[in-house]
């Protein structure tokens, strides 16, 4: 079976800029969440879904969004890049919204903000 | 203030020591996972502890959840060069969604 997959891989943005980036979750999986990793820190939570509803949202700024579709692929934009959003963007899915809360991770994308 | 200090950050040891990361916090966690992530990938997932002094074994890693549920322990018998990578734990409590909260980690490079 095939993990989470995300994409792209790398991208360069300029700030002011908009970048959208997407998210597979494994099949069967109904919770997708997003973390932002900053070189050389742990992940930073910024959203969870589950049935394509938000569920959690950490301390990021508005200019940060993001939708679970019907298939519970999902996507994370951010509006208005600022240099300090260069980051490794994780997805993970999980099963379910559950008291345990395995998560799988994908691979990231890596932004760069010039 | 990190809700989840693990420690130490950095961890440069000889192949065939013995080490411990510790992963520390005032809350109380419903379970809490152990990750490792190579550089540029995501975490992979190692373990899982939810009970208070559970201890789970995973070849030569041993992970310890404590007796109150708000901290944890990694600890890799003779280490080996293939260990080398960066260790996370992250927590997940009832009272926040159970979203997870990841420690900064701890880069730990074993020597030949």
């Known amino acids: 079976d095939a993990g989470v997959t995300q994409s792209p891989t790398h991208l360069i943005k300029t700030r002011g800029q908009h970048v959208t980036l997407r998210c597979s979750p494994i099949?069967?999986?109904?919770?997708v969440s997003w973390y932002q990793q900053v070189l050389g820190q742990g992940p930073q939570f910024i959203f969870q879904?589950?049935?394509?509803?938000?569920?959690g949202r950490g301390n990021f700024p508005d200019r940060f969004s993001a939708r679970q579709f019907p298939n519970y692929s999902s996507e994370l934009n951010v509006n208005a890049l600022l240099l300090g959003d260069s980051a490794l963007y994780l997805c993970?899915?999980?099963?379910?919204?559950?008291?345990?809360?395995?998560?799988?991770f994908g691979p990231g994308t890596r932004l760069t903000v010039l | 203030t990190q809700l989840l200090e693990q420690s130490p950050q950095f961890l440069s040891i000889q192949e065939g020591e013995n080490l411990t990361v510790y992963c520390n916090s005032s809350?109380?966690?419903?379970?809490l996972q152990w990750y490792r992530q190579e550089p540029g990938e995501g975490p992979v997932l190692l373990v899982t502890?939810?009970?208070?002094?559970e201890v789970k074994k995973l070849k030569r890693l041993t992970f310890q959840f404590g007796d109150a549920r708000k901290d944890s322990s990694l600890h890799i018998t003779a280490a080996q060069p293939g260990d080398t990578d960066l260790y996370l734990c992250?927590?997940?409590?009832?009272?926040?969604?159970?979203?997870?909260?990841f420690g900064g980690g701890t880069r730990l490079m074993v020597k030949p």
């Open positions: 809350s109380v966690f419903s379970s």
């Open positions: 502890v939810v009970t208070g002094g």
């Open positions: 992250a927590g997940a409590q009832r009272n926040a969604g159970n979203m997870l909260t």
């Open positions: 879904y589950y049935e394509k509803e938000e569920r």
């Open positions: 099949s069967g999986h109904k919770s």
């Open positions: 993970a899915s999980s099963w379910q919204q559950g008291r345990y809360n395995e998560q799988f």
